[in-house]
């Protein structure tokens, strides 16, 4: 079975044919979906998802690119949403120094503090967002070093090891079976495996064969199959690890 520990069912991106999906994934081999939430009311969208399919589960919180108006209002709203039983985990949180026009890094930094100091206080789980910002990232986990996941992991192997040694876990996408993918292959191959978790990133990010296609958690195979032959594995193993470790983490 797979546990796609982080997509993006709200996107426009599945518009025409949401439903559809998702009732034919849960139909097939897909055993639970976290879907991740980038604004306070898409994160309350995100729940309303999760009150029609059982095995989908929703991440709330404020993504580092919609920071740029945030207030402290918002970690009131975060905190009620987050009450919800099927609300696992604050994310996605982070920094994103991508954009040159993003939300200024201040503004992301003061976002991404008050929702770590959130989790903290719900004592729930954060999936991080890290883009071209590792060592500010590193430097802020380390501050408050909360359980949770730095999903759609891109950075060095060094890196890697500072965030396990923070007890945190690592999301590997798609990007894994890129041709060009050599560090995230490292880190791959070389990590603990009871910290590995899978995801998509669904749109975005479909694993070679499929790369440029609509990703959707069923892909997450591709995904395991790279891994289980870095690692001397069958796919089920690495399948069946990752969403043990995901439901030990979401405590589900
Ligand atoms: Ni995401």
């Known amino acids: ?11 426009t991106a599945f518009d025409d044919d949401r439903d559809t ?27 309303a998802l999760a009150d029609r399919y059982p095995s989908l589960w929703a991440a709330v919180g404020i993504h580092p690119q919609e920071a ?8 009131d709203e975060l905190r009620v949403i987050a009450s919800h039983p099927k609300a696992v985990a604050i994310g996605e949180i982070g920094l994103d120094y991508h954009y040159e026009d993003g939300a200024p890094r201040d503004i992301q930094h003061r976002c991404f503090r008050a929702q770590l100091a959130l989790a903290r206080e719900l ?10 910002a590792h060592e500010d990232t590193l430097t802020i986990l380390k501050e408050y070093s909360p359980e949770g996941v730095v999903h759609c ?10 965030v396990l ?14 041709k060009n993918a050599r560090k995230l292959v490292e880190v791959a191959s070389e990590m603990p495996l009871d910290r590995l978790l899978l995801e998509t990133d669904a749109p975005y990010l479909a694993p070679v064969p ?42 589900f």
């Open 123 to 132: 004592s729930l789980p954060v999936v991080i967002h890290d883009r071209d």
């Open 210 to 251: 499929l790369r440029g296609e609509r990703c959707d958690s069923s892909m997450i195979i591709h995904t395991a199959s790279t891994i289980a032959a870095l690692r001397g594995m069958t796919t089920d193993e690495v399948l069946r690890i990752a969403e043990e470790n995901a439901r030990r983490l979401y405590r």
């Open 153 to 162: 992991f891109s950075g060095s192997v060094e890196m890697a090891r500072e």
């Open 1 to 11: 079975m797979i546990f796609d520990s982080h997509a993006h069912y709200l996107s």
């Open 165 to 178: 040694k923070l007890g945190m876990h690592i999301g590997i996408g798609g990007v894994v079976t890129f």
């Open 21 to 47: 999906l998702l009732t034919a994934l849960f139909g097939g081999k897909v055993s639970g979906i976290i879907e991740s939430g980038t604004t306070v009311s898409d994160s309350r969208e995100a729940l």
């Open 68 to 75: 740029a108006t945030f207030t402290d209002r918002d970690i």
